[in-house]
């Protein structure tokens, strides 16, 4: 992508700017420029055509709603008696099971969703060993439990060892223990199951109650567990290693995924992700019930600070910078839209710059007390048109016209004469 757009663009608004100010007695200083947050809607897939109508054919020797059942085990054996094979048979069932369960969790996330930051302040952990400590991690791993059971009543025990049976698939462990050497991938994995499993079962003697609080007994016996689990781990891995487990299991370990546009080689997600975990361990001081609001404040500023500085050490100027692009919100809307029609990052950069030049424009003309509500709107349209069409040289007419849907509202906030 070529850059005269954006530079025709500015020396273009520098002369609209000129020529609203050239209508006043006397320039007034601009303010410095907002940057407001856009935020880009998800986008809405294209919806398929429905599914042509179909009447059951005559000739046919049974009807489905004859086979289903909502008692799982009738819809089992009549499965099982029209010739169905056990692994169809199976997986209809589980299919069923999960759907049913599916609706389920997603009932407790909803209902635990509004509470979370509120547990974060308080320094509650989410990590899958803190996890059955929680109300919702109860829920969560008592429903679980619930799931195996159905399995296990339904489908017979063994079919909980296979396929989609199991609590969690062991080829998702063995996807983020790729670093391992094979031998040490499949005694983890193994350790792993066992401990799901062993969770699964405390969380059912929970459930099993008429109140499922857990009691003291009850969190002693998990924490023996969680340290059976850990002293196991140590055992199978080297402190390095297990340092490594450790940050890859951390609840920051997924930060890159919130940066598209910005990369980070294996050097660098580890140097980040160590600071975001002592970024995030200082946080949890914040819930310190003794701290005024000011305090908190202040000490959450310091920390956001220190935070920055210790990136801005960690990674080269260049890599900084695309660091710091990555992380403004009106670069990610634009580069949603590009990187969904397959642009380069560059043209996100562009229309970012086109778009804060835009805005800077837009904040002087209105800031002019000069200028006339008139000569002020008529400065303001103008700004606007030049900027559609710039944008739309910088991505082209079917990407601009997909962005301005989704993440340009700000485009038609520049010709508002006064903004909110």
């Given at each position: 992508?070529?850059?005269?757009?954006?530079?025709?663009?500015?020396?273009?608004?520098?002369?609209?700017?000129?020529?609203?100010?050239?209508?006043?007695?006397?320039?007034?200083?601009?303010?410095?420029?907002?940057?407001?947050?856009?935020?880009?809607?998800?986008?809405?897939?294209?919806?398929?055509?429905?599914?042509?109508?179909?009447?059951?054919?005559?000739?046919?020797?049974?009807?489905?709603?004859?086979?289903?059942?909502?008692?799982?085990?009738?819809?089992?054996?009549?499965?099982?008696?029209?010739?169905?094979?056990?692994?169809?048979?199976?997986?209809?069932?589980?299919?069923?099971?999960?759907?049913?369960?599916?609706?389920?969790?997603?009932?407790?996330?909803?209902?635990?969703?509004?509470?979370?930051?509120?547990?974060?302040?308080?320094?509650?952990q989410v990590r899958r060993q803190w996890l059955p400590r929680t109300e919702w991690g109860l829920a969560l791993t008592s429903l679980a439990a619930e799931r195996q059971q159905q399995i296990?009543?339904?489908?017979?025990?063994?079919?909980?060892?296979?396929?989609?049976?199991?609590?969690?698939?062991?080829?998702?462990?063995?996807?983020?223990?790729?670093?391992?050497?094979?031998?040490?991938?499949?005694?983890?994995?193994?350790?792993?199951?066992?401990?799901?499993?062993?969770?699964?079962?405390?969380?059912?003697?929970?459930?099993?109650?008429?109140?499922?609080?857990?009691?003291?007994?009850?969190?002693?016996?998990?924490?023996?567990?969680?340290?059976?689990?850990?002293?196991?781990?140590?055992?199978?891995?080297?402190?390095?290693?297990?340092?490594?487990?450790?940050?890859?299991?951390?609840?920051?370990?997924?930060?890159?995924?919130?940066?598209?546009?910005?990369?980070?080689?294996?050097?660098?997600?580890?140097?980040?992700?160590?600071?975001?975990?002592?970024?995030?361990?200082?946080?949890?001081?914040?819930?310190?019930?003794?701290?005024?609001?000011?305090?908190?404040?202040?000490?959450?500023?310091?920390?956001?600070?220190?935070f920055v500085n210790s990136v801005q050490t960690a990674l080269d100027p260049n890599r900084f910078a695309q660091y710091q692009l990555a992380n403004n919100d009106q670069y990610q809307a634009?580069?949603?839209?590009?990187q969904r029609y397959g642009l380069p990052d560059s043209v996100a950069a562009q229309g970012l710059n086109a778009q804060q030049t835009a805005q800077a424009a837009a904040d002087q003309v209105?800031?002019?007390?000069?200028?006339?509500?008139?000569?002020?709107?008529?400065?303001?349209?103008?700004?606007?048109?030049?900027?559609?069409?710039?944008?739309?040289?910088?991505?082209?007419?079917?990407?601009?016209?997909?962005?301005?849907?989704?993440?340009?509202?700000?485009?038609?906030?520049?010709?508002?004469?006064?903004?909110?």
């Amino acid at each position: 992508m070529k850059t005269w757009p954006v530079i025709g663009f500015s020396l273009l608004l520098n002369a609209i700017l000129a020529a609203a100010i050239a209508l006043s007695i006397k320039t007034t200083a601009p303010p410095a420029p907002a940057t407001p947050v856009v935020a880009v809607p998800a986008f809405s897939p294209i919806p398929s055509a429905p599914p042509a109508e179909s009447s059951p054919s005559a000739g046919l020797p049974f009807q489905w709603n004859r086979i289903s059942s909502d008692n799982l085990k009738i819809y089992r054996d009549n499965l099982r008696a029209i010739g169905c094979p056990e692994l169809t048979v199976r997986e209809i069932i589980r299919a069923v099971i999960n759907e049913n369960f599916g609706s389920r969790r997603r009932d407790i996330l909803d209902s635990f969703q509004d509470k979370y930051w509120d547990r974060v302040l308080h320094g509650e952990q989410v990590r899958r060993q803190w996890l059955p400590r929680t109300e919702w991690g109860l829920a969560l791993t008592s429903l679980a439990a619930e799931r195996q059971q159905q399995i296990s009543d339904v489908l017979g025990p063994d079919a909980l060892t296979t396929g989609a049976g199991r609590q969690a698939p062991p080829a998702d462990w063995e996807q983020k223990l790729s670093w391992l050497p094979p031998e040490q991938r499949a005694q983890l994995v193994a350790l792993e199951e066992k401990y799901q499993q062993q969770l699964a079962q405390w969380a059912a003697t929970l459930g099993s109650r008429p109140d499922g609080t857990p009691t003291a007994e009850d969190e002693d016996a998990r924490q023996k567990l969680q340290q059976k689990f850990e002293d196991a781990e140590q055992q199978l891995l080297t402190p390095p290693e297990l340092a490594e487990l450790q940050l890859r299991e951390s609840d920051v370990a997924n930060w890159a995924a919130s940066l598209p546009g910005f990369n980070p080689t294996e050097d660098e997600w580890r140097s980040l992700t160590q600071l975001r975990s002592q970024w995030e361990t200082s946080q949890n001081a914040l819930a310190n019930p003794d701290l005024s609001d000011a305090q908190r404040t202040a000490q959450q500023n310091g920390l956001q600070s220190n935070f920055v500085n210790s990136v801005q050490t960690a990674l080269d100027p260049n890599r900084f910078a695309q660091y710091q692009l990555a992380n403004n919100d009106q670069y990610q809307a634009l580069h949603n839209v590009t990187q969904r029609y397959g642009l380069p990052d560059s043209v996100a950069a562009q229309g970012l710059n086109a778009q804060q030049t835009a805005q800077a424009a837009a904040d002087q003309v209105r800031a002019n007390s000069n200028l006339s509500p008139q000569d002020q709107q008529a400065a303001l349209n103008a700004i606007q048109q030049q900027t559609e069409q710039t944008l739309g040289q910088i991505l082209g007419a079917s990407v601009f016209s997909t962005y301005k849907e989704y993440g340009g509202d700000w485009i038609t906030g520049l010709g508002q004469l006064n903004q909110p």
